[in-house]
């Protein structure tokens, strides 16, 4: 049996993509959730997932870990040795869940937080041990995309942020260690950028939500798997480099391009319009099958780019040497 034991909070889509995680790369999982769908949510998830590993990694994966959901947050702590927490997005909730966590779970073990933008400081008030408290932030599907965010709260401890980042390293990510907190991180404030952007070409009727996303996927959402914007930028100044490029696009700043900060009004109609064309859009597939779908693309990018040895496949390309390394397996 697995020796790695973890704790979860949450068994939506987040803490099923966790358990998923967690589980395939050999660890026992206890997953607490009040939703009595709990457990057929997280097989759904454990379905897809072992879909998806299947054709992802090349090499021998250890024996998976079982799942137990359990039936409170006392018996989730019950022999980890790393938990994550993954409930809904309302700060009063994650702390007095926290501080329950905190009372029952010994205090050198690291609680990782997956909150998508609310200050770890503020998750510790009210705990006893808070020097364990870190965000984790992951991007779904949590089983698939290595990116994590690591972001330390005022009372964060040093080894807390190194076991976190060990942790996550182990299953096949990249930890993105933050300096200092701040709202929203650093990837979720770039996406929102972008979803203002988008809304507002839609309100105005410039684009369809399909278009959109037309514009992105089929441009430079390509380049964002594996260079990002600024390195990006850089090539595009050519043999002068980012300066070059910022002399020659930095004026544009300054243009009325973009709506920025502001956003468009969340009317009732504005919000028939975004429902209407994102079910045309999706033409009658279901979750699940858009899952799927998006589980075999994302496959099929990352191996690409393990060819080459950049990026997120070069992530895939040394989790599968610790992989084959492994004496267990």
Known sequence: MPENKVGLLGGGVIGGGWAARFALNGWNVNLYDPDPEAKRKVDAVLTNARSAYGKLVRAPLPTEGQVTVVSSIEEMTDGVSFIQESAPERL???????????????????????????????????????????????????????????????????WALESAANTY????????????????????RLLEALWREALWLVNDGVATMSEVDDAIRFGAGLRWSFMGTMLTYRIAGGEGGMRHFMSQFGPALQWPWTHLMDVPELTEGFLDKLEAQSDTQAGGASIRELEALRDDCLVSVIHGLAGQNYASGEVLNKYEETLKSNPNI
């Open 92 to 158: 009063e909730l994650k702390q007095s869940l926290l501080m329950e966590v905190d009372k029952y779970a010994p205090s050198n073990v690291v609680i990782g937080s997956s909150t998508s933008g609310l200050l770890p400081s503020k998750l510790q008030d009210g705990m006893t041990h808070p020097e364990r408290l870190v965000v984790g932030h992951p991007f779904n599907p949590v089983y698939l995309l290595p990116l994590v965010e690591i972001v330390p709260g005022n009372k964060s401890a040093s």
């Open 169 to 188: 390293t182990a299953l096949g990510m990249k930890p993105l260690l933050l300096k200092k907190e701040v709202d929203g991180f650093v990837a979720d």
